[in-house]
């Protein structure tokens, strides 16, 4: 690898962790979106899946695979450092430890979820892409973006819905679930049409090519 196809790798890598981090930590915060109640990590995921197609379809799979388990590492410091941040004992004259800890404290169970449905969905995302790239014979870079990340999306979304939220109250049955998981799931789906673009933009960025098909 040239250095600097390497210094673009390595600023890819920067901003899917990045994105990673800020989705798991921002997306405490619940806004709306066409009369729609949805975590802002919802602006971060798209990047996630488009990151991982870029390098799959630069460097192949296992480099793809090698941003996943990077990205497990960095954000199991980032819970167990922020953890500790959370319990070390605050000065008496700083009075925002209850609103430090509702912005940052977030519950195993959630953290579980996000991590189980980020592995599984990254996972399933990079060898669709290749599954896809292989069928198409490295042509029609564009369908196989959306055909490796919408599904992935789905699935990132049903894991993380069902393992965070199910039976957290007596509400949140399998239909009410399933109500809050399809407009989500769309949510993200016009995200990765949108973002269809700026995977040929990463392509040409990494290799100087357009990627056109």
Known sequence: MN???????????????CSLILA????????????????????????LFL????????????????????AIVV???????????IKIPPNTAWGNQEAFTSVFGSSLRMIIAS???????????????????KKTHGKYLWLRNNLSTIPSQLIDTVIFMFIAFYKITPKF????????????WIFKVVFA?????????????LRGDSGKD
């Open 173 to 184: 049955t399998v239909p009410f679930i399933i109500g809050l998981i399809i407009p989500y």
């Open 24 to 47: 798991n930590t921002l997306g405490t915060k619940i806004t709306t979106f066409f009369n729609v109640r949805v975590s802002v990590g919802i602006l971060f995921i798209p990047i």
């Open 193 to 205: 049409l949108i973002d269809t673009p700026f995977i040929y933009a990463g392509v040409r960025f």
């Open 115 to 133: 991590m189980i449905a980020f592995v599984i969905s990254q996972f399933h995302d990079i060898w669709a892409f290749m599954f896809w790239k």
């Open 51 to 70: 990151v991982t197609d870029i390098v799959a379809e630069v460097h192949g799979k296992k480099k793809a695979k090698s941003f996943v388990y990077i």
């Open 75 to 85: 954000l199991l410091f980032t819970w167990v450092m922020m953890y500790i941040s």
């Open 3 to 17: 250095r600097s196809l390497e210094l673009k790798t390595d600023l890819l890598l920067g901003f899917f962790i």
